[in-house]
């Protein structure tokens, strides 16, 4: 059986275009946290000097974002890479090869910590640091995501005081929406643990980041299954890997398995996280909504557009 059932373009009454889809039945965002060794040293500094744990980590810059370029290649798309700080300090010619590959490179904080635990004071100096490096490195980020889908209430309000277009990390909704804060607008491309290669394949004893092993098989029917019903109903696919997990020989392969399905719809837009802010930021029917980090309890405020269909 087809997974993406290729004869079939969803031209159900279910399915609704909005102008951000240009014509499209979904859009797939392929996302790619460069994590490294920073989100096990944001679990403590001593792992620095555990040499089982840091090649585990390495394995992402040193092997994985190699492979997976070399596959987006073969099949002419661009991605989006969220780079903390701290892997761009440490692995500075990652990120010039991304960049050089053509792909968008996004801000993941510097020390990938959660966010939501930090005062607002060192939120800032967090932000601004990854920031920095990045810019370092040749980068000029425009989009940002969250560590460990943590943001805090602040965190929206810095994106956009800082000029940044968009943010990947909420959950609320499988469609952007515009999200206001203090300083303006800022474009959202929710996300969700569905569509995230940690529950299918993230484990480590210590720290205990996880402890699935699943089969790439399987990983490419659970996305494969949304992707198909995302072009139902007119959505946002966005898929959140990381080199050190998704980089191993059979998890690239069902990735690549997992775009060429994509490609042979016919009607699924791949476009980087840059590209669909664009697209978002000039369709009159995304929904607008009051910044949901701020008052996260209220939930009878009312959206310029109401929920989607």
């Known amino acids: 059986m087809d997974p993406f059932n290729r004869e079939d373009r969803m031209n159900t009454p279910g399915r609704t275009d909005g102008t951000w889809l240009q014509g499209a039945a979904a859009a797939m965002m392929l996302s790619f946290d460069v994590d490294a060794e920073s989100c096990v040293l944001a679990e403590g500094a001593h792992f620095s000097n555990h040499p089982g744990v840091m090649s585990h980590q390495a394995y992402g810059p040193q092997v994985g974002v190699p492979r997976i370029l070399d596959m987006l290649k073969d099949l002419d798309v661009r991605a989006t890479f969220f780079v903390p700080g701290r ?20 801000h993941h904080s510097y020390a990938h910590r959660r966010l939501v635990e930090m005062s607002p004071e060192e939120e800032r100096e967090d932000f601004e640091r990854g920031l920095h490096a990045l810019k370092q490195v040749g980068a000029s980020p425009v989009g940002h995501r969250s ?8 965190t929206a309000d810095i994106l956009a005081a800082n000029g940044f277009s968009y943010d990947s990390t909420l959950m609320d909704d499988d ?11 800022l474009v959202e491309l929710p996300l969700h643990w569905t569509l995230d ?10 720290p205990p980041i996880g402890n699935a092993i699943e089969s790439p098989r399987k990983a490419l029917e659970v996305w494969s299954l949304e992707l198909q019903a995302m072009r139902r109903y007119g959505g946002l696919f966005v898929l959140c890997c990381h080199p050190f997990l998704s980089g191993r020989p059979s998890r690239v392969e069902a990735l690549r398995e997992l775009i060429v399905g994509a ?3 016919g009607d699924v837009a791949i476009l980087t996280g840059a590209e669909l802010a664009a697209r978002v930021k000039v369709d009159s029917s995304v929904p607008v909504r009051p910044d949901f980090l701020s008052a996260p309890l209220n939930h009878n405020h009312k959206s310029k557009v109401g929920p989607h269909a």
């Open 197 to 206: 290669d940690f529950p299918q394949y993230a484990y480590l004893p210590d």
């Open 263 to 265: 490609q042979e719809t």
């Open 175 to 185: 469609r952007p929406y515009l999200l206001t804060t203090p300083h303006g607008t």
């Open 87 to 106: 892997t761009a300090e440490q692995w500075p010619q990652v990120v010039e090869s991304l960049l050089a590959h053509g792909h968008e490179v996004g």
């Open 147 to 154: 560590p460990l889908s943590s943001p805090s209430i602040h």
